[in-house]
Every structure is written in structure tokens, then in C-alpha cells.
């Protein structure tokens, strides 16, 4: 497990259809998603997180490794930890070979 800091940012609009919360993994470069209110943009940057991690390993890249210094970021109303759990078994589809090539 890898524990990240993610960073969340409320935007008001003039009616609450313009309303919403970006969230970024500041320690996780092109993370970044949004939600209509807090727990949203929580499901979407979890979502973000993985889907890009898993992308950078099938890719054969390294993940970027989590920066402590991130926390407490002063221009973010929140900032909080993120844990990237990686399940091999149930994300990435194994492809077999076939013997005879």
C-alpha cells in the first residue's frame, strides 16, 4: 500500500448545478478528477488514482513515489491521505501464451 496526499478544492457556482469539488493527487502527477460535493470527488480521485497507476505499470513505468511535504498544502481547503491498494488479480487481464509459438 501506498499512501499519497490527496487535495480537494470547492468551487461555488450561482446555483448549485454549478457547484463542485476538484481533487488532485499532489504527490501523483495527471491524478485529478472532480465531484457535485465532497464524498463524490473522494469516489472519483480514488477511481483516478488507480486507474492511472495501473495504466503507468501495464505501460512498464514506475509509480512516483508518495512526498510527505504534500500534506498540509496551504492553497488546498483539504488536503488528506489516499491509499493505492493494487489488486493484480481482479484489475489486469493476463494474457496466456500460446505454447506452440
Not at 511535504?69 to 489488486?87: S, V
Request: charged share 20%; net charge negative; glycine share 4%.
Amino acid at each position: 500500500m501506498l499512501t499519497y496526499t490527496a487535495a480537494y478544492v470547492w468551487h461555488d457556482g450561482e446555483d448549485k448545478a454549478d457547484q463542485c469539488v476538484t481533487a488532485e493527487v499532489l504527490d501523483f502527477p495527471g491524478a485529478v478528477s472532480f465531484g457535485d460535493d465532497l464524498n463524490a470527488a473522494r469516489r472519483a480521485i480514488a477511481d483516478a488514482l488507480v486507474d492511472l497507476a495501473e495504466s503507468l505499470l501495464l505501460d512498464g513505468k514506475l509509480l512516483p513515489l508518495p512526498n510527505p511535504e504534500c500534506a498540509g498544502a496551504p492553497e488546498y481547503q483539504l488536503t488528506e491521505p489516499i491509499y493505492l491498494l493494487l489488486n493484480a488479480s481482479t484489475r489486469l487481464k493476463i494474457v496466456a501464451q500460446d505454447p506452440a509459438a
